[in-house]
């Protein structure tokens, strides 16, 4: 199995980009769970993939199956 590794900044990136957009792309939730997998993740990026989580379930981010927010 091959180890997933995160590009550095991505969470932040991800929270900056669904703060402007309200919306959860596809290639935002593979970074997610990229994320999820990261045993390294710190207390601030893990604290930030919480919130864009409970954005979700609360209806405050929409979910789309497009790679980009720009369509």
């Keep these: 199995m091959i180890p997933l590794q995160l590009l550095p900044g991505a969470?932040?990136?991800i929270l900056a980009s669904v703060t402007d957009t309200g919306v959860l792309t596809l290639?935002?939730?593979y970074g997610l769970m990229a994320a999820t997998f990261d045993d390294s993740?710190?207390?601030e990026d893990r604290g930030c993939v919480?919130?864009?989580l409970r954005a979700?379930?609360?209806g405050r981010v929409k979910m789309v199956n497009e790679l980009s927010a720009a369509f």
């Design 11 to 13: 969470i932040s990136e």
């Design 41 to 43: 993740l710190n207390d």
């Design 50 to 52: 919480n919130r864009l």
């Design 27 to 29: 290639a935002d939730r």
């Design 56 to 58: 979700v379930l609360r």
